[in-house]
């Protein structure tokens, strides 16, 4: 079976479950999605543990899935129209609301998180005799510890948060998701390169690939912008759009910049600057094109999330790895956006549930999975001969991302509610010192 015979049967699949959910489950679309995928894998598992499905047939669907070849499928595929979608819908005045907190968030917030994860799983491997080498615990951390554009927009982003917290959260995924595939490819380049790094060279490769994705989604922004501006056929103005997370996608591959970063920059130029020129029918054309586009990709990367179990070699010092890591993960991204929380309150005060949202709401999709599996296959831990580093990574991945669909995501709308009640209460507070104010202001004149 062919990669499109695959992608048509998974997009079918999807797609009857989102119907069935409609129907009947009424829980947010990616979760079911997510959910109901499992429960096919686990039954499949287990079926062919107890005999009852050969692993003829087994085989055959593990045949169909390897063939779309999931990191590929996403990294250099689906991910460059599911984040310019995404920033087509982001405010600009509220990014420049937070243009301090997004920064520190995506970078600062990531960092910390990389180097955390890396040196307490290094450390807590050796207690337990799992002797793995510190960049390998780093390579994991990078990974990680960016939150998943894709999973926050198709999850948090619906449940409308208070206005502060919800672009924060939006902001951030978008933009430390280049940024973390940069910190995970400098990593990378390390841990498999050839020739031993030095500083200024991984500096280098850093700002070569963050800057110019930057840059690069500037001027695809501009250039793309004019051309829509100088089309009077609506019809070409959508297609063109387009074209940016296609062409623009693969040209910033080839010169490489950060191709994510740019078209979360394009995207943004876009939503804010060519978008509110277009007439209002066209303005909603464009909106449910891209929301189209969305829900259809989403729908198929979550199914596969699910499926994409089938292909994976368990060993017992995975399980052990992965019960760590979730814990661990959640950990790091509390310490370090306290951290950043803690510079932030400084100069603002912000809503007391911020923390603990993105916290929680930090979720991770399909993007660290696909870094995962885009390890080499080859480089054995020193606990056991027959134990891949790469199997280790992408259990450890796989675990945190199912715990963060079906966990997390099922149970911040709480702490979003709550959030919301304690903006409400404050909200007659503040309207009462505007007239105060205005009561005063109006006396002294």
């Known amino acids: 079976m062919s990669a499109y015979d695959a992608l048509c049967l998974i997009t079918a699949l999807a797609v009857f479950i989102s119907l069935i959910n409609h129907y009947f489950g009424k829980f947010q679309t990616t979760i079911a999605i997510t959910g109901w995928s499992l429960a096919i894998s686990a039954t499949l598992l287990f079926l062919n543990y107890t005999g009852l499905v050969p692993l003829e047939k087994e085989q055959k669907l593990i045949d169909m899935l390897q063939s779309i070849q999931f990191d590929d499928f996403l990294l250099k595929g689906v991910l460059g129209f599911l984040l310019f979608g995404g920033a087509l819908n982001i405010d600009l ?82 933009f430390n998701d280049g940024l973390g595939l940069v910190v995970f490819s400098t990593i990378f380049t390390i841990a498999f390169g050839h020739s031993a790094p030095t500083f200024g060279g991984v500096a280098s490769l850093f700002i070569h690939e963050a800057i110019g994705g930057i840059v690069f989604g500037a001027v695809l922004g501009f250039v793309f912008h004019y051309l829509i501006k100088k089309t009077h056929d609506s019809m070409m103005r959508m297609i063109l759009t387009i074209l940016i997370p296609t062409a623009g996608y693969v040209i910033g591959e080839h010169l490489d910049v950060s191709a994510p970063l740019a078209m979360v920059v394009s995207g943004i130029m876009i939503g804010n600057f060519t978008k509110p020129g277009l007439s209002d029918v066209e303005s909603h054309q464009l909106s449910h094109l891209w929301e189209l586009i969305d829900e259809i990709l989403n729908a198929v990367l979550f199914l596969l999330i699910g499926l994409i179990m089938l292909t994976f070699t ?123 104010w205005q009561e005063q202001n109006s006396k002294a004149q």
């Open 93 to 174: 005045s509220h990014l420049r609301d937070q243009k301090f907190e997004i920064p520190c968030l995506a970078f600062c917030a990531t960092l910390i998180s990389t180097f955390f994860i890396g040196g307490t799983l290094w450390y807590i491997f050796s207690l337990v005799g799992l002797q793995i080498d510190f960049i390998y615990c780093c390579l994991f951390g990078a990974l990680i510890s960016p939150t998943d554009p894709i999973a926050v927009l198709a999850i948090v982003k619906k449940l409308n948060a208070p206005q502060r917290i919800s672009t924060q959260i939006e902001g951030e995924s978008l």
């Open 314 to 436: 368990f060993h017992y010092i995975d399980l052990v790895a992965a019960l760590i890591a979730i814990p661990l993960v959640l950990l790091s991204r509390y310490i370090s956006v306290k951290a950043c929380y803690i510079g932030f309150n400084r100069f603002r005060s912000y809503n007391p549930e911020s923390v603990k949202i993105l916290t929680w709401g930090g979720l991770r999709g399909g993007l660290a999975l696909a870094m995962a599996m885009a390890i080499p296959v080859g480089v054995s831990s020193d606990y056991a001969q027959h134990v891949d580093i790469r199997e280790i990574i992408v259990v450890m991945t796989y675990a945190v991302v199912v715990f963060s669909i079906l966990v997390q995501a099922s149970t911040i709308t709480p702490m979003i509610q709550k959030a919301k009640a304690w903006e409400q209460a404050r909200e007659p507070k503040s309207e009462n010192r505007a007239k105060a």
